[in-house]
């Protein structure tokens, strides 16, 4: 619930923050440290960064230092809930209550935000209580400190609690619980909290990864492996280290939560200076594929990711900006296709729309796959905004596959050849289009107005274009031009296709953003009087 409340009400805040962190590594590290304390666990910023990364939008040095910040803000986590703060959790449920049914909108996700706040201090603070009869047995605590010898068994064991928990914070308060009572020693608590460490970074590892794609799992890879050294430093230096620890704090349970914060800071200071050559060594261990199994499969539709809608909807966003690279492509091969005598530009421009149909049907499958009940108004009308532009770029695929290579077809069965100047006319239309297409993909992205506007604005110069064009060819008909008259219903459909294509993209991009603003006419008729 605190999770879902805080990406609800900040969301997109939160997904800003990070792309303005992500610029150095002091300033991700600081991002990591802040959004693990909002949601209150650094597995749910790996597996939420893990998406972005998989998606191809942030690199994976910065985003390393992302999660070197998230086991910092785990650590201090574990320092806020090691005081005596159940009673607030009664106080943080009614407040959340009081939101959740009296508000709208963010206040009522952060409603939600406290009752998962409250709850989650009521059931640790009940896990400990529950724990006491069990381990105030003289046999539990005969077993449990016979273990304390067996260092490497503890270690996996608390690392496999954490995995199962989802979390390191149940571990480490586990043990300072038990070292407060006794019923373990300072080392045994020692290896339990380095096996929580370890524990943290197993889940991200094996639910992160995008289907097949091995460059999707760097990131948990890369954050399970400086786990993993920092793990085995400590145990090289455990017999030396472990008690030192009871003197970094007045009891054994805020010596081993300082411990635990120690640890992570060390490590993060040991690791944020070689980030850069690190990604590269990840990147090495995990290359990109070389090429596609199959055109049209889609690589960064994360099925877990649907249970974190902004997540998810960056993901799909990542991959309908492949369909708009397709229409690029094929509006090249088109391009080609109508300036050239062979059929080969024709087929392979023909093959692309296939892509175009896969993506469309599976970029539409996952978002609507997304639990409604998780969404917030936001995440709602980005997901309109992203099947609009999936769906009108299928559209305009369509127009290209169908209408404007039979175009190519027919001109190449006749043998016959556009006139120079509406040739010239035709291959400018098709480069403006190409500019247009990489204007919606922009716009897409970055959801400017201006950009909007300006989008909207190439509609008009589109009517305008063809209007002139067919002025101009009428024109060269009446001069008698052999070639014009042999291509006549040619030109005039490719620039009738042509305009339709571009409507498709100011449907996909820009109308969505102004009619959101409230600054598209009904209509384009003048009004009576």
Do not use: C
């Not at 070197?68 to 407040?95: K, R, Y």
């Not at 094929?330 to 392979?348: H, V």
């Amino acid at each position: 619930m605190v999770q879902t409340g805080v990406q609800r009400t900040f969301g997109p805040k939160l997904r800003h923050f990070l792309a303005g962190a992500l610029r150095n590594r002091i300033r991700a590290f600081a991002a990591g440290t802040a959004v693990t304390l909002a949601v209150q666990s650094s597995t749910a910023t790996a597996l939420m960064l893990t998406a972005f990364s998989a998606g191809g939008l942030v690199e994976l040095a910065p985003a390393l230092a992302v999660m070197l910040g998230a086991n910092v803000g785990s650590s201090l986590v574990v320092q806020a809930l090691s005081f005596d703060v159940a009673l607030l959790a009664p106080i943080l449920v009614l407040a959340g209550v009081t939101l959740f049914r009296r508000a709208q909108d963010r206040t009522h996700d952060f409603g939600r935000v406290l009752i998962g706040l409250g709850l989650v201090l009521m059931s640790l603070h009940q896990f400990l209580e529950l724990l006491e009869p069990l381990v105030s047995q003289p046999g539990v605590g005969d077993v449990l400190r016979q273990l304390g010898g067996y260092t490497p068994l503890v270690v996996a064991g608390a690392a496999l609690l954490t995995w199962a928990a989802h979390s390191s914070v149940v571990t480490v308060l586990l043990a300072m619980s038990l070292a407060a009572k006794g019923v373990v020693g300072i080392d045994t608590g020692v290896a339990l909290i380095l096996g929580a460490n370890l524990g943290s970074a197993i889940n991200p590892l094996l639910e992160g990864g995008v289907g097949s794609d091995p460059a999707s799992r760097r990131l948990p890879l890369g954050n399970f492996l400086n786990r993993l050294v920092g793990l085995v430093v400590a145990l090289m230096a455990f017999n030396y280290a472990a008690p030192y620890v009871a003197r970094l704090g007045p009891d054994p349970a805020r010596a081993l939560a300082n411990f635990h914060t120690l640890f992570n800071v060390v490590l993060a200071l040991a690791f944020l200076p070689f980030l850069r050559p690190y990604a590269d060594l990840i990147k090495r261990l995990l290359p990109s594929p070389v090429a596609e199994a199959r055109p049209g499969t889609p690589i960064y539709l994360d099925p877990g990711a649907r249970e974190t809608p902004q997540v998810a909807l960056a993901l799909a966003t990542r991959e309908a900006l492949r369909m708009a690279d397709t229409i690029e492509g094929m509006l090249k091969g088109l391009r080609e296709a109508l300036q050239s005598d062979s059929r080969g530009p024709i087929t392979k421009t023909r093959q692309l729309d296939d892509v175009l149909d896969g993506l469309n049907s599976a970029i539409k499958g996952y978002v609507l796959s997304i639990p409604a009940e998780r969404q917030g108004p936001a995440d709602v009308e980005r997901q309109t905004e992203v099947l609009m532009f999936a769906i009108n770029l299928e559209h305009a695929g369509d127009l290209i596959s169908r209408d404007l290579l039979s175009v190519a077809e027919r001109r190449q069965s006749r043998g016959v050849a556009f006139s120079a100047e509406g040739l010239a006319e035709i291959v400018s239309l098709l480069d403006r289009l190409i500019g247009n297409v990489r204007l919606a993909s922009s716009l897409f992205v970055n959801r400017d107005p201006a950009t909007a506007r300006t989008l909207v604005a190439e509609k008009a110069a589109f009517r305008e274009i063809e209007t002139q064009g067919v002025a101009a060819h009428f024109a060269r008909l009446r001069t008698g031009n052999a070639r014009t008259v042999e291509t006549s219903s040619l030109h005039l459909d490719a620039l009738r296709d042509l305009k339709s294509i571009n409507s498709h993209l100011v449907e996909a991009a820009a109308y969505p953003i102004l009619r959101t603003g409230g600054e598209l006419l009904d209509s384009r008729l003048k009004t009576a009087g």
